[in-house]
């Protein structure tokens, strides 16, 4: 892999660098990594990516990380050494939208791929249903990561980046053939529970044990935090209490209460299927820090051969940057490796699988992979 920071958020910038690296007769494909608040304008910017010769993915952020820096301004332009099989699905939100059909389409062969970059508009309503699809299309044939593009002003807009330009309600799917472990945890704890979420609208939960969930939820909650929860400051308060959904033999499923509905309903970043069980979740910088090591950990023992100098990829959810707060700066150098390249996202939801676990799209999470690219 050749790695290429742009410091400046300006989008002529990233273009001029995007077929510098295109030139390089090593390079094969680019995947790149932008920050949301580079403001760039799609209208401009997608005639510019389809002019790139070589097969191209991405997507804008809340932040990215290149070393032990964290950037709410600039790119990462990662120049691979193999051509990616790419493909865009669109219609992320739509309910008649057959994803396993599409994906089969898109790759009726996987070759000799072994890892699989997923990468989705965090703000899309039926990112679960394509998570089934790829189960159901490919199993745990290989590895995968990736996660939510998207912005903290919860407008869903252009945030993906392929060579058709920049989309929105997508999915974009790498193939590579590249060698790769993954780790996933979040370190978050019960706190109260279990519930039962008795009518749910995709992303919504509408209500809690037959009433309506953010009286439940901020029942529950306010006597922990001792202050009220308002619809003003909703987001605030609920960062540091996420929902936990019951998982067989596995870590809980994290969802993120993003917003308040006008009838009262939790709007979360990623589907809350009706009749699940869940916990209301508590946690600490130090928990948070220790699972992101523990991923790390969890992504080295998976690789298959010795990781050394292989890059380090942290898709880490945003929500646990704003909860974590000065003590973020832990979290990165709880998953940064002597001598390797630490590159990554501050995602809105996570996606992540080391071809043993369930695949799924986690939010609050942090994800790790060592890929040979």
Same mark, same amino acid.
């Not at 619809?231 to 917003?259: S, T, Y």
């Not at 508590?282 to 523990?294: E, F, I, K, N, P």
């Not at 991923?295 to 998976?302: G, I, K, R």
């Given at each position: 892999?050749?790695?290429?920071?742009v410091?400046?958020d300006?989008?002529?910038?990233?273009?001029?660098?995007c077929?510098?690296?295109a030139?390089?007769?090593?390079?094969?494909?680019?995947?790149?990594?932008?920050?949301?608040g580079?403001d760039?304008?799609?209208?401009?910017?997608?005639?510019?990516?389809?002019d790139?010769?070589?097969?191209?993915?991405?997507g804008?952020?809340p932040?990215i990380?290149?070393?032990r820096?964290?950037?709410?301004k600039?790119?990462?332009?990662?120049g691979?050494?193999k051509?990616?099989?790419?493909?865009s699905i669109?219609g992320?939100?739509?309910q008649?939208q057959?994803?396993?059909?599409?994906i089969a389409?898109?790759?009726?062969?996987?070759?000799?791929?072994?890892?699989?970059i997923?990468?989705?508009?965090?703000?899309?309503? &039926?990112?679960s249903?394509?998570?089934?699809?790829?189960?159901?299309h490919?199993?745990?044939?290989?590895n995968y990561?990736?996660g939510?593009?998207?912005?903290?002003?919860?407008?869903?807009?252009?945030?993906?980046?392929?060579n058709?330009g920049?989309v929105?309600?997508?999915?974009?799917?790498?193939l590579?053939?590249?060698?790769?472990?993954?780790?996933? &945890?979040?370190?978050?704890?019960?706190?109260?529970?279990?519930?039962?979420?008795?009518e749910s609208?995709?992303?919504?939960?509408?209500?809690?044990?037959?009433q309506?969930a953010?009286?439940?939820?901020?029942?529950?909650?306010?006597p922990?935090l001792? &202050?009220?929860?308002?619809?003003e400051n909703f987001?605030?308060m609920?960062?540091n209490?996420?929902l936990?959904?019951?998982?067989?033999?596995?870590?809980?499923?994290?969802r993120?209460?993003?917003?308040?509905?006008?009838?009262?309903?939790?709007q979360c970043?990623g589907?809350v299927?009706?009749?699940?069980?869940?916990?209301?979740?508590?946690?600490s910088?130090?928990?948070l820090?220790?699972?992101?090591?523990?991923?790390?950990?969890?992504?080295?023992s998976?690789?298959?051969?010795?990781?050394?100098?292989?890059?380090?990829f942290f898709?880490?959810?945003?929500?646990?940057?704003?909860?974590l707060e000065?003590?973020f700066q832990q979290?990165?150098?709880a998953?940064? &490796?002597?001598?390797?390249?630490?590159?990554g996202?501050?995602?809105?939801?996570e996606?992540?699988?080391?071809?043993r676990?369930?695949?799924e799209?986690?939010?609050?999470?942090?994800?790790?992979?060592?890929?040979?690219?």
């Amino acid at each position: 892999m050749i790695l290429c920071f742009v410091e400046s958020d300006r989008q002529e910038v990233l273009i001029e660098h995007c077929h510098d690296m295109a030139a390089d007769e090593k390079v094969k494909g680019l995947f790149l990594l932008a920050c949301d608040g580079n403001d760039y304008d799609p209208s401009w910017l997608s005639p510019k990516l389809q002019d790139i010769a070589l097969p191209l993915f991405g997507g804008t952020f809340p932040g990215i990380i290149h070393g032990r820096v964290r950037h709410e301004k600039g790119a990462l332009i990662l120049g691979l050494s193999k051509a990616p099989a790419i493909c865009s699905i669109p219609g992320l939100s739509l309910q008649q939208q057959d994803f396993e059909t599409a994906i089969a389409q898109s790759f009726p062969d996987a070759g000799d791929a072994q890892t699989l970059i997923v990468l989705v508009d965090g703000l899309a309503r &039926r990112i679960s249903g394509l998570i089934e699809g790829l189960f159901n299309h490919f199993g745990l044939e290989f590895n995968y990561i990736g996660g939510g593009a998207g912005s903290l002003s919860m407008v869903q807009q252009p945030c993906l980046f392929t060579n058709a330009g920049m989309v929105q309600d997508h999915a974009v799917l790498a193939l590579l053939e590249a060698e790769s472990g993954v780790g996933v &945890r979040h370190g978050w704890e019960p706190l109260a529970g279990p519930f039962q979420i008795t009518e749910s609208r995709h992303n919504v939960v509408v209500s809690i044990d037959f009433q309506p969930a953010f009286e439940i939820y901020r029942r529950t909650v306010e006597p922990h935090l001792g &202050r009220e929860i308002t619809v003003e400051n909703f987001f605030e308060m609920a960062k540091n209490h996420p929902l936990g959904l019951a998982k067989l033999g596995a870590e809980r499923l994290v969802r993120d209460p993003a917003a308040l509905t006008p009838d009262g309903g939790i709007q979360c970043v990623g589907e809350v299927p009706e009749g699940s069980y869940f916990h209301i979740l508590t946690g600490s910088a130090a928990s948070l820090v220790d699972a992101a090591r523990c991923a790390m950990e969890s992504a080295c023992s998976e690789y298959p051969g010795t990781p050394d100098e292989k890059p380090t990829f942290f898709f880490d959810c945003i929500s646990r940057v704003l909860y974590l707060e000065d003590h973020f700066q832990q979290e990165i150098d709880a998953v940064q &490796r002597p001598g390797a390249p630490l590159v990554g996202a501050l995602t809105m939801g996570e996606i992540g699988c080391s071809g043993r676990d369930y695949l799924e799209f986690y939010n609050k999470t942090s994800v790790v992979g060592i890929l040979d690219v």
